[in-house]
């Protein structure tokens, strides 16, 4: 069975995007970016793209659907990455940081805190833009989720 990664694509950055590409090209890593816009993938037999219909977590559900034991998938979405670890998967923040079964709940209960804060009134802005220390970590965690694949 060959591992395949995910790309929640609707909010992974540009940046995050080029360095799958040329991972999974490097590596010859099936590669499918979902998104509920139209995203221009370069010409190759290991990416590709599926725009799904406009709507709340559309993009998400067919993630879910269709990833399987021992992927990765590329999500900032907690809720979404708590669903394919939940189904065997792994996923990776486009910031680098990996989410797994020990961390998981920690995640959604501190996302769930600042949904409430936020609808309170209370406004905590976004996250920080991404820098270099973020794109070398996301980076080095996809080398090591391909060379296990590897192995």
Known sequence: ????????????????????????????TPMTLLANHAIRVPNSPYIKCIQVASGFDVADN??????????LVITSDI??????ITKGAEALSSRGEPYTKDNIKQRLNMRDFMDTMRSSGVHSGGP???GNQEKQRFANALDRWLAKRIR
């Open 62 to 71: 067919e993630i879910v659907r269709r990833c399987e034991k021992g992927d």
């Open 128 to 130: 920080p833009p991404l």
């Open 1 to 28: 069975m060959t591992s395949r990664i995910w790309v929640d694509a609707d909010a992974c950055p540009v940046v995050i995007r080029e360095i799958l590409v040329r991972a999974a090209t490097r590596t010859q």
């Open 79 to 84: 809720p979404l990455a708590d669903e394919v």
